[in-house]
Each structure stands twice: as structure tokens, then as C-alpha cells.
């Protein structure tokens, strides 16, 4: 639904959907950032949006979305310790992008995983993936 009020500027939304989630342990830890420098993580980014969900819950929807060009990161994050736990640098647990891009040493860059808000709600499709 894009929203548009007098003086303001248009808006949109997001719907995310997780495919091939290990299981419904956990959480989801959502990253959604339309700053190249701050992406997967967020952790500079003011204007970034992260969300925490029940794993569970393999939908969410980000409403209110300036138009423009977005990058989302998702950690399968399965013992809620609030990171992403690693085995000498391998992720333990699940992680997926938006546009599901191919990975090969250490996370996508966001050019891999941008994708467009424009007027129409945008829908993205994450395919978690699990390593170990």
C-alpha cells in the first residue's frame, strides 16, 4: 500500500517471505538497509530497519518505506543469543539475503542484494541457507 499525504513523501511497503527454514527454534533477525556501507549488518545505520520475530513466523512486513533501493539480510538466529554463532569463522546458524544471491566467502555485497520500492508493494523472497 503506498502512502502519500500532502507535503510528505510517498511511500511503500515490504512483505518478506523465509523459505527453507531448518526449523521453528529461535528467532528471525531481520536488516533492512538502503546504505551499501552498513549492509548485512546494520550497525551503523540510523535510518536502517531491523525487526525481531518469532522463527515461527516466516512472514513479515515492513510498512511506511521511503521509495528507493533496499538490501535485507536475515540471521536464523536458532538459541536467541542475539548474534550469528560461528566455527572458526563458518556461520552456525541460518542466513539468507534478499534476490538470493550466490555465496561464496563471507556475505553478499549489496549490489548482490538490492532490489527497488517503488510504488507497488515489493515482495522478496529469502531462502535461508545453513552451513553447518
Known amino acids: 500500500m503506498v502512502g502519500l499525504l500532502p507535503g510528505a513523501a510517498p511511500t511503500s511497503s515490504l512483505d518478506i517471505m523465509i523459505d527453507n527454514l531448518r526449523s521453528a527454534k529461535g528467532v528471525l533477525r531481520f536488516c533492512l538497509t538502503a546504505d551499501p556501507q552498513n549492509f548485512p549488518g546494520c550497525v551503523d545505520d540510523a535510518r536502517a530497519v531491523t525487526r525481531n520475530v518469532p522463527a515461527s513466523q516466516r ?6 518505506l521511503p521509495l528507493g533501493t533496499y538490501a535485507v539480510a536475515v540471521i536464523h538466529d536458532e538459541n536467541a543469543n542475539a548474534r550469528l554463532d560461528t566455527v572458526l569463522g563458518i556461520p552456525r546458524e541460518g542466513f539468507g539475503f534478499s534476490r538470493n544471491p550466490r555465496i561464496s566467502f563471507g556475505p553478499p555485497r549489496f549490489s548482490a542484494a ?6 507497488l508493494p515489493a515482495v522478496q523472497s529469502v531462502k535461508m541457507r545453513y552451513l553447518l
Open 59 to 64: 512472514a513479515v512486513q515492513f510498512e511506511g
Open 114 to 119: 538490492q532490489f527497488s520500492i517503488a510504488w
